[in-house]
């Protein structure tokens, strides 16, 4: 269900600027993303539990400025038991019910998954797909009225949607160096990854919805991801005692 719903919104999100060949303004992807987010708050229960929502918005801005990053970011958790999380183009990011039981609330984790998430924000990842036509064939889906074809279809049109490896490994390194910068203990993305690994061991990647699967997680993946783990620690602690020695120095 939750696939072809997230289809959905945005595939109607993005017929409001036609099919590709022109990069979006800032402006404009932030409008798709608002557009988007509304319809799928539409649809599927927003969590009210203020603690969970305390919770994810403190991590996600805290992320934010420690990073110095300008979208527009909301976070929100929905209440789905599938495991997933996703942002959508312009700022709005996503965490399942699902995916915070699993992470039982660790903050570091959920720092790591949600600075994900921002790093596809910030690279502009969809907008990049939209602009070199990879994700022209989810136009396909609408009527010459704006209406939507059947969810087979918007499934079919998502997955071309889905990121490259290349802007998987550029998001987990942006989960890794925003979470460090902004005090969290980015080694908690490879304790993720572990957990995501044991649910499909264990029978229940079923429960791994697709933004979460669009590339395994191969032991190439996580050793990558541990490598810039190191490189992060180590260049980030030296432009700080870079600071510190000039600051002694004025």
Wanted: net charge positive.
């Amino acid at each position: 269900m939750f696939k072809s719903l997230f289809a959905a919104v945005l595939v109607m999100a993005l017929a409001t600027v036609g099919c590709g060949g022109k990069v979006w303004s800032k402006e404009e992807e932030i409008r798709i993303g608002r557009d988007a987010a509304a319809r799928l708050e539409s649809q599927v229960q927003v969590s009210k539990n203020p603690t969970d929502n305390t919770l994810v918005e403190k991590i996600g801005q805290k992320l934010a400025i420690a990073n110095g990053l300008k979208w527009p970011f909301t976070f929100k958790v929905l209440e789905l038991r599938e495991v997933n999380a996703f942002s959508l183009p312009g700022g709005p990011v996503y965490i399942t019910r699902g995916l915070l039981d699993l992470t039982e609330g660790d903050e570091d984790e959920l720092a790591t998954v949600i600075g994900h998430e921002m790093g596809h924000t910030e690279k502009r990842h969809i907008n990049q797909m939209y602009t070199k036509g990879l994700a022209a064939d989810i136009f396909i889906v609408f009527a010459t009225h704006g209406a939507v074809y059947d969810a087979a279809r918007i499934v079919q049109a998502l997955g071309e949607m889905r990121f490259s490896r290349d802007n998987e490994y550029e998001a987990d390194r942006c989960g890794i160096l925003y979470s460090y910068k902004a005090g969290y203990n980015p080694n908690a993305m490879i304790s993720f990854f572990q957990k995501m690994k044991k649910l499909e061991k264990g029978g229940k990647g079923d429960i791994v919805q697709n933004n979460l699967r669009t590339h395994p997680l191969t032991d190439a993946r996580i050793e990558a991801a541990k490598k810039e783990i190191a490189r992060v620690i180590h260049s980030v602690n030296m432009q700080l005692a870079i600071k510190a020695a000039e600051g002694r120095k004025n």
